[in-house]
């Protein structure tokens, strides 16, 4: 319980508990101590997974919700899928939009570069980390005023970035 609570008091990410314990109490403490869901053992992989996916969806839906991000002079709309910059329609690559979707879902929290790279690219390419480079210069280059001093996309270097929104 007191790792749940450690992890909550820093990240949004999804915690599901794996546990061989079925005791209604521990599945009540888990969950109230900010776990998204308790599985009990046995359970089958593709149980396991889904579980996984439906916590990422609820956490990314609670963190973006229905309000644009406004990032300087840009608006990025993540239900629409609409970004403009000075009002005029910004293209972003499906890469890009994932990227920015998923950084907004932690808005102004470290996303390790492990995760974002299994997210965007999937788990074979956690250690794919020129991607990221690649592709933040990109994001920075269309949305920072100085892309060498970003305000919103920030490197935390050796870990991975931070999305930082105008209030």
Not at 24 to 31: P, Q
Not at 107 to 118: C, E, S
Request: with cysteine.
């Amino acid at each position: 319980l007191e790792v749940i609570k450690r992890i909550r008091a820093w990240s949004t990410m999804p915690i599901v508990v794996l546990s061989a314990r079925v005791q209604e109490r521990a599945k009540i403490d888990a969950l109230d101590a900010g776990a998204d869901d308790y599985v009990t053992k046995p359970f089958g992989v593709g149980e396991l997974l889904a579980r996984v996916r439906v916590a990422l969806r609820h956490r990314t839906r609670a963190a973006t919700g229905d309000h644009p991000l406004r990032l300087g002079s840009a608006v990025v709309d993540l239900v629409a899928r609409k970004v403009t910059r000075n009002g005029a329609p910004l293209h972003l690559t499906p890469i890009e939009f994932r990227l920015i979707t998923c950084l907004a879902a932690h808005l102004g929290m470290v996303v390790t570069q492990r995760q974002l790279l299994a997210e965007v690219w999937g788990p074979t390419h956690v250690d794919d980390t020129h991607y990221l480079r690649i592709y933040m210069k990109q994001l920075r280059d269309k949305f920072e005023l100085d892309p060498v001093q970003p305000r919103h996309f920030i490197t935390e270097t050796g870990v991975g970035y931070r999305l930082i929104a105008d209030d």
